[in-house]
Nanobody, 118 residues
Framework: QVQLVESGGGLVQPGGSLRLSCTAS????????MGWYRQAPGKQRELVATITRGDSTNYADSVKGRFTISIDNAKNTVYLQMNSLKPEDTAVYYC????????????WGQGTQVTVSS
C-alpha cells in the first residue's frame, strides 16, 4: 500500500507561480516513476510531467519551458514548479506513481485544485 499526499495548490494570477509537492509513503520500494496529471472541467485527465528516480523527465507540450518536475529521492517527494501560469492551466492536479513494470505500484493522490485567474 502506498499513500500519496499532495500540497501546494491554490489561486494565483496569470503569470504567477506555484509549487506542488507530493510525498509517497508506505510500501514505496517499487516506485520508479512519479508525476503529475491534471483534469479540467469537461476534459479528460492528461499527463503534465513525469520523472524517474534517475531524473529522466517527460513534459506535455503545453507546459514545456514553464513547468519543471523534480524529485527528492531521500524524501520520496516529487515537485512541480509551475511558472508563467495561464488560465488554461486551471485544473485539478493529481500526483501519480508507477513501477518499472507497467501497471505496478500505480497509485494516485487525492488531487489539488490549481486556479489561475485575475
Amino acid at each position: 500500500q502506498v499513500q500519496l499526499v499532495e500540497s501546494g495548490g491554490g489561486l494565483v494570477q496569470p503569470g504567477g507561480s506555484l509549487r506542488l509537492s507530493c510525498t509517497a509513503s508506505g510500501n514505496i520500494f517499487g516506485i520508479y516513476h512519479m508525476g503529475w496529471y491534471r483534469q479540467a472541467p469537461g476534459k479528460q485527465r492528461e499527463l503534465v510531467a513525469t520523472i524517474t528516480r534517475g531524473d529522466s523527465t517527460n513534459y506535455a507540450d503545453s507546459v514545456k519551458g514553464r513547468f519543471t518536475i523534480s524529485i527528492d529521492n531521500a524524501k520520496n517527494t516529487v515537485y512541480l514548479q509551475m511558472n508563467s501560469l495561464k488560465p488554461e492551466d486551471t485544473a485539478v492536479y493529481y500526483c501519480n506513481s508507477g513501477g518499472v513494470i507497467s501497471g505496478t505500484f500505480n497509485y494516485w493522490g487525492q488531487g489539488t485544485q490549481v486556479t489561475v485567474s485575475s
